[in-house]
Each structure stands twice: as structure tokens, then as C-alpha cells.
């Protein structure tokens, strides 16, 4: 069979070694390039001790350097755009990881990223398969969705599109690894071990996107509050969507029938049978997002849980289901693993 070239760029950072440890098993891929700057000339091993097997060694960025049918950019918001379009430009097809092409509105970026963009006229394909398989399938350039975006909109879909709900609250937990590979002075080990951090309150830049994506859908301007927390563990992000139903005549029957089907033909959506709470711990690893614990009381208030791997679904196991449907590969390649538990 024959095989795709791929370059990883930013490969000595988390996602990026995530990128290679789906990919070295992926049917249809060959890992041509895997870069980082400081690392140029070292066995990723040095920096990937899981992948203490693998044959390759770390080169440089330079575009002129990188020949390969698809280029996965792991980079830092900001420096993703300056390289991105010159892959785009020698003829690669780009899965962007970070948020530089996720807005349609370059005002929205410019606002919550506090940069200015320097690729405005460059679009891409929002990557998240459950709303854009068909676009995908087409696309040169994919932004692939915030980590917390993708438990955020999946957890939601459904009840906005039929519009079930008008408002959501978004409480979000997410492990340290969602902050990459450089210790921050909230992600050093005193900080945030015994702890549970709440941050950027009200201005989180993933609400913008979850925004502007959950508008497609329904009437349009459904409201959205998300609130992200930082919590001492390494991966894993576990969403609580709490919302009030504006119909009477709906049981939390409805609502899971409702889940179940929208998500049945979905290869890494799982609505849990029995409507079973989803636990970080069973999809670490894994690119499955979980969603269940689907509550409804007699006021209305309606509660969906869902569980995702941040550094899989939410960013690198995403990113690679993208690749297959770019590239007509089964749609689950490389990406079959279940979760770690305990
Ligand atoms: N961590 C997560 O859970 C998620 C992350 N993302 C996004 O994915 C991207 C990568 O994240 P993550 O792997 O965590 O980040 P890391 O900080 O762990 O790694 C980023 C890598 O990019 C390289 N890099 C940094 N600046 C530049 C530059 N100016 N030019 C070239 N290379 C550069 C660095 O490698 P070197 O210095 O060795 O060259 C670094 O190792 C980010 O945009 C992040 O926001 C998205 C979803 C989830
Ligand atoms: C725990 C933690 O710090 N998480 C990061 C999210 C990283 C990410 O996915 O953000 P982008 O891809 O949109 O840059 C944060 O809250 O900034």
C-alpha cells in the first residue's frame, strides 16, 4: 500500500509527540519530518522516552526544507501563521493545531488573541469531523478546534440545533498537559498538585470559537458561558453543560434518545449506554469523546456530561482523523486504541 509523507512540526512539544506516537502505527503514513528547533540532530527518544524505538531524529522547520504530502504544525498561536502558509505555498495540505485559522472573523481573533494577524486572507476548514466531514474532505488548510472546543460543542450540539436551550454554562476541567510542554507558573508541580485552579474568567479565548461554532446551528444565537479550570491531572478534559429546556414536553429519555442518535453513525462519539457518567480516566489515550450523565429535573434544569483526551480528540487524535478523511483513509486509522483505565 502506498504511503503519505507527513512532517510534524513543533514535534518536541506534547501534541506534537502525541502525533508520533498515533502515527508510527498508522497504516498509511510515513513520519518523514519531525522538527524542532532546539532539538535539531537528537533522537526524538531524548525528549519522548515512550518512544524509545523509534527512528527518527529531530530537523529543522525551514520550509524549504519540508517536502511531504501533509503538514501537521504543532506550533504556539502566532508562530503557526508565519510558517503555515509557506507549506500551504510548496503544495502540502495543512492541519494547523493552534488557534491562528480557527475564526472566520479575523476582528474575533485579533480581539481574544491580542495579535495581529498576518494571514488574514488565508481560510481554513474548521476541523471537527461531527459538524465538517464533507468540507474536510477538500480541504488544503484545517484549523483543528480548541482542546476545550471539542467537548464543549459535542456536549451541546444536539440540544442547540433542535433548539432545546438558549443559554449554556460551560464548567470545564482540563489537565496540566493542555498547557504544553513549558512549565508556567501555574502549571509547576507546587502550583497545581493539591489543587484546582478556575482562570481567565469570562475571557478564555476558546469562548469565541465554541461561539461562533455553536451559532451555526439552531436560532443562531445561543449564549454561552464557559469557565475553564485547571485540575491536577496530566490528561483529560471533562465538561459540565448545564442548561435550562425551554420545552415541557421533553423527558431526559428524549434528551439521551436525542444524543444517541444524532452521534449513532459518529466513530469517536460514544453516548454511553444506561446514560452512564463519563469519566476522564476511561478515555485517556483514547480519541473517543464520552457523553452521558444526562440529567433533567422538574425545573428544567437539564445537565450533560462529557469526557475527552485533550492531547487526543482535543488536539492530535483530532488532527489525524482529519488526515484520514482528507486522504480517503479509513476514517478510525491509527486511531483504534481505547481508553487507559484505571
Ligand atoms: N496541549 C494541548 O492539550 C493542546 C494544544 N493545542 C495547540 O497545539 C499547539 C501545540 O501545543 P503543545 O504541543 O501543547 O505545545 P508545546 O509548547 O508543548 O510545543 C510547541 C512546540 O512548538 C515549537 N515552537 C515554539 N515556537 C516556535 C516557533 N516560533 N517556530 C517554530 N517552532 C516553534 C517548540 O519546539 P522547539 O522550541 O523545540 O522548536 C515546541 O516544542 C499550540 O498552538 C496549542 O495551543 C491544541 C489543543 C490541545
Ligand atoms: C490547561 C491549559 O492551560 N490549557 C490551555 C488550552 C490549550 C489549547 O488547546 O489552546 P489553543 O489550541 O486554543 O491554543 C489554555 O487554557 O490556554
Known amino acids: 500500500m502506498s504511503k503519505i509523507d507527513v512532517a510534524i512540526i513543533g514535534a518536541s512539544g506534547y501534541t506534537g509527540g502525541e502525533l508520533m506516537r498515533l502515527l508510527i502505527n498508522h497504516p498509511n503514513v510515513n513520519i518523514k519530518y519531525v522538527t524542532s528547533r532546539k532539538n535539531k540532530g537528537e533522537d526524538v527518544s531524548n525528549l519522548?522516552?515512550?518512544?524509545?524505538?523509534?527512528?527518527?531524529?529531530?530537523?529543522?522547520?525551514?520550509?524549504?526544507?519540508?517536502?511531504?504530502?501533509?503538514?501537521?504544525?504543532?506550533?504556539?498561536?502566532?508562530?503557526?501563521?508565519?510558517?503555515?502558509?509557506?507549506?500551504?505555498?510548496?503544495?502540502?495540505?495543512?492541519?494547523?493545531?493552534?488557534?491562528?485559522?480557527?475564526f472566520s472573523n479575523i476582528e474575533d481573533y485579533e480581539k481574544w488573541?491580542?495579535?495581529?494577524?498576518?494571514?488574514?486572507?488565508?481560510?481554513?476548514?474548521f476541523g471537527s469531523p461531527e459538524i465538517n466531514r464533507e468540507k474536510i474532505r477538500d480541504a488544503t488548510l484545517?484549523?483543528?478546534?480548541?482542546?476545550?472546543?471539542?467537548?464543549?460543542?459535542?456536549?451541546?450540539?444536539?440540544?442547540?440545533?433542535?433548539?432545546?436551550?438558549?443559554?449554556?454554562?460551560?464548567?470545564?476541567?482540563?489537565?496540566?498537559?493542555?498547557?504544553g510542554v513549558n512549565p508556567t507558573a501555574s502549571s509547576h508541580y507546587p502550583t497545581c498538585a493539591d489543587n484546582i485552579k478556575p482562570y481567565s474568567i469570562t475571557n478564555h479565548r476558546h469562548?469565541?470559537?465554541?461561539?461562533?461554532?455553536?451559532?451555526?446551528?439552531?436560532?443562531?444565537?445561543?449564549?454561552?458561558?464557559?469557565?475553564?479550570?485547571?485540575?491536577?491531572?496530566?490528561?483529560?478534559?471533562?465538561?459540565?453543560?448545564?442548561?435550562?429546556l425551554l420545552k415541557d414536553d421533553v423527558s431526559v429519555d428524549d434528551i439521551y434518545n436525542l444524543y444517541a442518535e444524532y452521534y449513532k453513525d459518529e466513530p469517536f462519539v460514544q453516548v454511553l449506554k444506561d446514560n452512564k457518567i463519563p469519566l476522564l480516566a476511561s478515555v485517556r489515550g483514547s480519541n473517543n469523546c464520552q457523553i452521558?450523565?444526562?440529567?433533567?429535573?422538574?425545573?428544567?434544569?437539564?445537565?450533560?456530561?462529557?469526557?475527552?483526551?485533550?492531547?487526543?480528540?482535543?488536539?492530535?487524535?483530532?488532527a489525524i482523523q482529519n488526515m484520514n478523511i482528507?486522504?480517503?483513509?479509513?476514517?478510525?486509522?491509527?486511531?483504534?486504541n481505547v481508553g487507559l483505565y484505571p
Do not use: W
Open 142 to 179: 484545517i484549523a483543528n478546534p480548541g482542546c476545550f472546543v471539542t467537548g464543549a460543542i459535542l456536549s451541546s450540539l444536539p440540544i442547540v440545533e433542535n433548539e432545546l436551550v438558549d443559554r449554556i454554562i460551560l464548567d470545564s476541567k482540563s489537565g496540566v498537559s493542555g498547557a
Open 113 to 125: 488573541y491580542n495579535i495581529k494577524h498576518i494571514h488574514p486572507e488565508i481560510e481554513a476548514v
Open 207 to 244: 469562548t469565541p470559537e465554541i461561539r461562533e461554532q455553536l451559532r451555526n446551528f439552531g436560532s443562531g444565537n445561543v449564549k454561552v458561558s464557559f469557565t475553564p479550570h485547571l485540575v491536577p491531572v496530566i490528561r483529560g478534559i471533562l465538561t459540565t453543560n448545564h442548561s435550562f
Open 292 to 318: 452521558g450523565g444526562i440529567s433533567l429535573d422538574d425545573e428544567d434544569q437539564l445537565v450533560v456530561i462529557s469526557a475527552i483526551d485533550n492531547l487526543v480528540k482535543g488536539a492530535s487524535g483530532q
Open 48 to 102: 519522548h522516552p515512550n518512544l524509545e524505538d523509534v527512528d527518527l531524529k529531530f530537523s529543522n522547520p525551514n520550509p524549504e526544507d519540508i517536502d511531504a504530502d501533509v503538514v501537521f504544525s504543532a506550533l504556539p498561536h502566532g508562530a503557526s501563521m508565519k510558517l503555515v502558509p509557506q507549506y500551504l505555498e510548496n503544495g502540502s495540505r495543512v492541519i494547523d493545531l493552534s488557534g491562528d485559522f480557527r
Open 326 to 336: 482528507m486522504f480517503n483513509f479509513d476514517e478510525t486509522a491509527g486511531l483504534k
